[in-house]
Each structure stands twice: as structure tokens, then as C-alpha cells.
């Protein structure tokens, strides 16, 4: 018997539910896996009750062989609280303190964390930002943009004239109060590392949250990796783009360790530009985070489908048109790059054909943004093999799809009641927030929202009148794109975690009969 102590990066279902969801997938009876009450995570821009949050874990940690954790909700509250906060040096440095004081009483306690390399997003909103984001976010990300390009000798005098005019047009109190926020969070994984270093932290992963090419974020990575690179930490520090998924890629690799396994994964991808496109949210091309991603969890990647054991079928974005779209976008007006650049029919010929031949196939749905690509989905359900599937995402960024398809494929692949040619419950629920919300009832919700009287940020007093045209539209959308167990798997609430549009919460049952 094992037991693992998690502390998520928040309390929405993509982080606090998912690493549960993925264990009950196999049913495993010797693996716990315990979190602390909802009720004291927090809510969004409210903080999490982390006096409460440290008492549960000082009275889990005597029974506990594991532990997994978010430093950004035991420092911070949860992730969006990372970017408000006024905490001290002295106040963040007191709470890595008790981590070690931990490890000293238990000096067996396995500890794998992570803390988010803080985002910076491109447009104008303080949903999740400081208030004054709702100004001048859009210069914040340009500001950051220009200042690590001219920084690394990129820019041109073009460049550095416009740094200086976006730098002027930003008051300096906003300034201030950013670059001190940044830097204290800089300073977390700098000691992060260093625990790293000491043993105290076995594992630790930094991800780039929403990141791009260049800006404040690539700057702080660029001095992390200087960092591990003159520990000789590569093996037990890793960095690379994610945020939601990490708890359960974590979940997996400690999983796999446990285990004593090193799962193998062939990856395929329906464009041959694939793996050197740089996604929208990300730094590097996708084929590189997928690595980093199959690391992480434990994997090791293998030249064929012949020595895998998983095949990863990476539907991958196209940027033709400069930009990789939205998914929501995407159902109505594809750009034509996603008609030549990649050819789905034959992508769902070989995805038809590995599972003909037996083999274990997992899709990771990344050529759009923020969910599903319905074309793709129409033929994969056209084809009758949405079932068959062995694992299946297509949510929010990348990173956030291939940890989490990738996580749940390589614990399933230790379920000794293995059956995978039936549905899977996280499956179905994947295609059921994924494609059914995130693509089909989150675009028509948004496209009305003025006349059903809400924002995409906030659903006001309508909450229960829009939770019932979710739960009324998911339901029609299971009994026409779910036909074949439509009657064994049903959706009976709806749940919007923040009042707002952007993500969901879902409560659904698989029946005996789907199994049997």
C-alpha cells in the first residue's frame, strides 16, 4: 500500500479532480491518493486557507509515502493568488523552511513539486491578473516581448524605439508593482532549485505557464536552466511549457517509478510540419514539449509502433496563417493551412489501422486552441472508434493536452483489468468537455452571451439558468455523438467553478452495461 498526499495548484476539477480521476480509471486498491477538503482551497482570486492547508498535512504526513504538491498554493493559495500577492522575501523563505523541516522528520517522504514560471498573457483582461491588467496587459506582454528580444540581441533599433514608447505609455507604479511581483516569484524557484540541490525536494518541475517565444518568462527560464545546468540537475529539475496537467503527469511518473516501469511511446503526427511548429501559448516547437512531456511522466520515446507500448497520435496545429487558431473559431472558418498542411482522413486511417492491429492508441488533440477539432472528431466518430480509444484530450494549451492524455495512457497501461477495446469513463468525459463544451457549447453560450445577459468572465445571478442550458445542450450532445453507450453514460450536473464561461465541471456515471 502506498499513499500520496497532493496539494494541487487549485481547486478546479482539471487540477484538483483529475489525478483521482486518473487512479479510479484502473481501480487500484494499493495506491491512495488523499487530498485536502475542497472547502479550503480557495476560489480563484481568494486565497486558499493555507494555515488550514498546512495543518492537513502535518496530520496526513505521519501515514503518507508520497508527497505532491503545488509550492504555488502552500506559498501563494493557488495559482491565480501567484500573481497578486504582496508576500515578502522573508514570508515565502519562512514557508520553504517548513519543507525542510518536513523532510528532516521524515526523512523517507518522497517530495515531487512544481511551481509555475509566471505567465504573462497578450491581451487586455484582470479575470486572473491584477486589476490594472485590464489596461495594459497587452503592453505588459509587448513590454516583456521587447525587452528580452532587444535583451538577447534580436531587436533592432525598430525594436528598442518601441520598447522605449511601450515602457513610457506603462505608468511606473504599474511597472513597479509587476517587475516586484515577478521577481519574488523568480526568487521561489531559484530556492526551489536549491532544494532541489540538497535533497530536499526528490523531484521538481517548473513549467512555463502560457508562454511564448520571448519575454519575461523565457528571461527567468534561460537563468533557472543556468542554474540547473551548473548542479547537474537535469534529471531531477525539469522546465518546460504546462500549468494544469503537471499534477498529473507527476501522479504518473511517481506512479511509473512505484511500478518499476518505463513505459515505451511511438509518436505520430497528422502533418509533417508538425513537430516544428511552434504553438500558440508555448516557446518551443511542439515536438519538443511532447518530449519533455514523456519524460516527465516517466516514458521513454521509441522510433516505432512495433517496440511501443502506446502509439501517440498528435493531431498538430498548422500556422499558415501566422497564428494557430482557436477551436471555436476553427468549426465555423478553418484557415486553408489546415486543409493542405495536414491531412486528418489519412491521420484517421492509421489511428483505424494501429488499433486493427492491436495496439494501444492515445490521441493528443493540439491543432487548435482551447479544445477539440470537430472535423477530426466527426470522422473519428464516423469511423466507430471514439471507444476504442485508449486515452484521449484536447483541452486549454499543448501542454495541458499531452500530460494529461499522456499521464492517463501510461497509469492505464498498469490496470491489471485492462479492457481497453470498452469505453473508459475519463475517456468519455474528454470528449464530453472537450469537444461537447470547450468547442460546441461554450462557442454558442459565447456568441450569445449579450442576450442571455452574462460575460464569458462572469455569469452574474444567471449561473443557474446558463448551468441548465449547458446541462441540456451536453445532454443532447452525448446522445448524438456518444450513440453507441449513450445509454449507459449519462451527464447529470453542470458546475461553473469560477461564475464564468471558460471552464466547466462535470458529474457523470458509466453503467455496468458499457463494461460488461
Known amino acids: 500500500m502506498t499513499t500520496t498526499l497532493y496539494i494541487p495548484l487549485d481547486e478546479r476539477p482539471c487540477n484538483f479532480m483529475h489525478p483521482q480521476a486518473l487512479l479510479e480509471s484502473i481501480k487500484e486498491p494499493r495506491v491512495i491518493l488523499k487530498t485536502p477538503p475542497l472547502e479550503i482551497l480557495g476560489r480563484k482570486k481568494e486565497p486558499a486557507d493555507i494555515n488550514a492547508l498546512w495543518t492537513w498535512l502535518e496530520e496526513e504526513l505521519p501515514t503518507a509515502d508520497q508527497l505532491l504538491c503545488s509550492l504555488d498554493m502552500l506559498l501563494f493559495g493557488g495559482i491565480v493568488p501567484s500573481r497578486l500577492h504582496h508576500k515578502t522575501h522573508s514570508e515565502v523563505s519562512a514557508t520553504l523552511d517548513r519543507l525542510i523541516q518536513l523532510k528532516d522528520k521524515y526523512p523517507g517522504l518522497k517530495i515531487y513539486a512544481f511551481n509555475l514560471i509566471m505567465r504573462v498573457p497578450s491581451y487586455n483582461s484582470a479575470d486572473e491578473e491584477p486589476a490594472y491588467y485590464a489596461t495594459y496587459g497587452e503592453k505588459i506582454f509587448r513590454w516583456g516581448w521587447l525587452t528580452d528580444q532587444v535583451g538577447r540581441g534580436h531587436g533592432n533599433q525598430e525594436a528598442r524605439q518601441e520598447l522605449s514608447a511601450v515602457m513610457a505609455s506603462i505608468p511606473q507604479n504599474v511597472r513597479e508593482d509587476y517587475l516586484t511581483r515577478r521577481e519574488l516569484n523568480h526568487f521561489v524557484n531559484t530556492e526551489a532549485i536549491s532544494l532541489a540541490l540538497r535533497g530536499v525536494l526528490d523531484f521538481l518541475v517548473i513549467p512555463l505557464d502560457d508562454c511564448a517565444e520571448y519575454g519575461f518568462s523565457a528571461a527567468e527560464q534561460r537563468t533557472l536552466l543556468k542554474q540547473v545546468e551548473k548542479h547537474n540537475l537535469h534529471q531531477r529539475v525539469h522546465i518546460y511549457p504546462g500549468a494544469d496537467e503537471v499534477g498529473s503527469t507527476l501522479l504518473c511518473r511517481m506512479y511509473n517509478q512505484l511500478k518499476g516501469r518505463k513505459p515505451r511511446v511511438f509518436v505520430r503526427y497528422s502533418s509533417t510540419i508538425g513537430p516544428q511548429i511552434i504553438p500558440r501559448y508555448e516557446d518551443r516547437p511542439l515536438g519538443e514539449s511532447i518530449k519533455s512531456q514523456i519524460t516527465v511522466c516517466g516514458g521513454v520515446m521509441v522510433d516505432n509502433a512495433l517496440e511501443a507500448d502506446l502509439v501517440l497520435m498528435v493531431n498538430s496545429p498548422t500556422l499558415n496563417n501566422g497564428t494557430m487558431q482557436e477551436a471555436s473559431q476553427a468549426v465555423y472558418d478553418k484557415d486553408t493551412s489546415y486543409y493542405s498542411f495536414r491531412n486528418v482522413r489519412e491521420f484517421t486511417e492509421?489511428?483505424?489501422?494501429?488499433?486493427?492491429?492491436?495496439?494501444?492508441?492515445?490521441?493528443?488533440?493540439?491543432?487548435?486552441?482551447?479544445?477539440?477539432?470537430?472535423?477530426?472528431?466527426?470522422?473519428?466518430?464516423?469511423?466507430?472508434?471514439?471507444?476504442?480509444?485508449?486515452?484521449?484530450?484536447?483541452?486549454?494549451?499543448?501542454?495541458?493536452?499531452?500530460?494529461?492524455?499522456?499521464?492517463?495512457?501510461?497509469?492505464?497501461?498498469?490496470?491489471?483489468?485492462?479492457?481497453?477495446?470498452?469505453?473508459?469513463?475519463?475517456?468519455?468525459?474528454?470528449?464530453?468537455?472537450?469537444?461537447?463544451?470547450?468547442?460546441?457549447?461554450?462557442?454558442?453560450?459565447?456568441?450569445?452571451?449579450?442576450?442571455?445577459?452574462?460575460?464569458?468572465?462572469?455569469?452574474?445571478?444567471?449561473?443557474?439558468?446558463?448551468?441548465?442550458?449547458?446541462?441540456?445542450?451536453?445532454?443532447?450532445?452525448?446522445?448524438?455523438?456518444?450513440?453507441?453507450?449513450?445509454?449507459?453514460?449519462?451527464?447529470?450536473?453542470?458546475?461553473?467553478p469560477w461564475n464564468r464561461l471558460f471552464e466547466i465541471s462535470l458529474t457523470t456515471t458509466l453503467g455496468v452495461r458499457a463494461l460488461e
Open 350 to 496: 492509421s489511428i483505424t489501422y494501429y488499433l486493427q492491429s492491436g495496439r494501444k492508441v492515445a490521441l493528443a488533440d493540439v491543432a487548435f486552441g482551447n479544445g477539440a477539432d470537430h472535423e477530426l472528431m466527426g470522422l473519428l466518430e464516423a469511423a466507430g472508434i471514439l471507444g476504442k480509444l485508449h486515452s484521449y484530450a484536447g483541452w486549454n494549451t499543448p501542454g495541458n493536452t499531452l500530460g494529461t492524455v499522456l499521464a492517463h495512457s501510461l497509469i492505464r497501461l498498469h490496470d491489471p483489468n485492462d479492457a481497453s477495446s470498452q469505453p473508459c469513463k475519463f475517456v468519455l468525459d474528454r470528449y464530453l468537455e472537450d469537444w461537447g463544451y470547450q468547442v460546441l457549447v461554450r462557442t454558442f453560450l459565447t456568441q450569445h452571451a449579450d442576450e442571455l445577459g452574462i460575460t464569458y468572465h462572469d455569469l452574474r445571478e444567471r449561473q443557474p439558468e446558463i448551468k441548465a442550458t449547458a446541462l441540456e445542450m451536453l445532454q443532447d450532445f452525448i446522445r448524438t455523438h456518444q450513440m453507441s453507450f449513450h445509454e449507459q453514460y449519462e451527464l447529470e450536473s453542470v458546475e461553473f
